[in-house]
């Protein structure tokens, strides 16, 4: 007796969760984690990712959040200015550990909650240890916190290619030098030429610019403690 054919049944389609869902999000990339690029990486339908997710936006934002639970940050000491220094580079690192991150948090209209959390204890800190008002304390850490992320988005903004294989590098450093130093300044305009590439660093390996913006920062508290002191 002849068989009919069966059909192959059908599974239940692959499950995940909004951890699983997040993860996929850091692993790609913020800046290209669409919910079909995070679906395909999981396997799933997109259909599923809206069972533990709200919105593109949630799910970017979350991603987020996850982002800056998982870095590192620097635990307050005797020394203010090193521990500045230390959000700073953690900060750096939580960017370029993740595409898309920094210009994510950029555009978020509040911080993730565990980020709110680390400037409140920033400020609170420099509150107590520098002995100034709440608002001089968070005026030294917002600064330090947007110089960082402006930094780093121009940084990364460096290597994007214009034309051809030129970067925005490139062409930053073309237009200077076709600028004719001799004719702004002689000696000065050409150093300054010098200095401006420095500044740009090379592909995939930034100067110590973006730091030096830190230790400025830096220098003006210690003059505003002195100040105060004297």
């Not at 978020?108 to 800190?125: G, I, N, Q, R, T």
């Not at 300054?192 to 660093?201: M, N, P």
Request: glycine share 6%.
């Amino acid at each position: 007796m002849n068989r009919m054919p069966t059909s192959p049944r059908r599974g239940r389609p692959p499950l995940t969760s909004r951890a699983a869902i997040l993860d996929a999000v850091l692993e790609i990339g913020l800046d290209r984690a669409t919910t079909s690029a995070v679906a395909e990486r999981l396997g799933v339908d997109q259909s599923t990712l809206y069972r533990h997710i709200a919105s593109r936006e949630d799910m970017l934002d979350s991603a987020v959040g996850v982002a800056a639970a998982r870095t590192a940050w620097p635990e307050p000491g005797d020394d203010w200015a090193q521990y500045l220094r230390d959000c700073a580079h953690a900060m750096w690192t939580m960017f370029s550990s993740t595409p898309g991150l920094a210009e994510r948090l950029r555009g978020m209209a509040s911080p993730p909650e565990l980020l709110a959390a680390h400037v409140y204890d920033a400020v609170a800190y420099l509150h107590r240890r520098l002995e100034i008002p709440v608002r001089e304390a968070a005026l030294i850490v917002d600064t330090v916190g947007d110089l960082t992320t402006d930094s780093y988005l121009t940084v990364a903004s460096l290597d994007r290619p214009t034309d051809g294989e030129r970067t925005f590098r490139d062409l930053a450093i073309a237009a200077m030098e076709a600028a004719d130093p001799a004719a702004y300044g002689g000696a000065v305009a050409s150093e300054y030429v010098v200095v401006f590439r420095d500044a740009l660093g090379g592909p995939g390996a930034p100067s110590t610019w973006w730091m030096d913006k830190v230790e400025l920062v830096i220098d003006g508290v210690r003059h505003r403690i002195a100040r105060r002191d004297h």
